[in-house]
């Protein structure tokens, strides 16, 4: 019998935003994948979780991906959960997502909050068209080119930045 990968929004700053299907699932999961095991130690602690976890995040992705898939071939489930919003949206999650189908292992999607959704929504901005670019480019030359790409833009479009960088990318802009 094989076990399954789940997909669970975790709340964007708000423990109340947490939907009782995410919580039962994370009781109900042999182990949580998770991008920083630090952060969601206080989301299990919040709800009195106890589970095992294993970190995975970019730069151990390739080799604990690997030893997920097999886990869950061998019976477990597991869910990924990320530091906030949805796993597999400008994250490290996808790549395991894409592991799962290759390995053809059942991946179930438990909704969460999703924050560009979520900023898009309270914006004020244009909703029924736009575009999600996710990250820029750390690279200043591959940064231009992509800004150059979509310049004539005319729908809304959403980037994720971190805080740190923000004064720097909206020079670029």
Known sequence: MNG????VGTPIGNLGDFSPRAIETLESVDFIAAEDTRVTLKILN????????????????RERGEVICSRIQNGESCAIVTDAGMPAISDPGEDLVKLCY????????VPGP??????????????GRFTFEGFLSVSKKSRFEHLEE?????RTIIFYEAPHKLANTLCDL
């Open 4 to 7: 399954k990968l789940y997909v």
């Open 46 to 61: 919040h709800f009195g979780i106890k589970k095992e976890m294993v970190s995975y995040y970019e730069h151990n992705k």
């Open 102 to 109: 290759e390995f053809a292992i059942e991946v179930v999607s």
């Open 114 to 127: 999703t924050a560009f959704a979520t900023a898009l929504a309270i914006s004020g901005m244009e909703t």
């Open 150 to 154: 979509i310049k004539d833009e005319k």
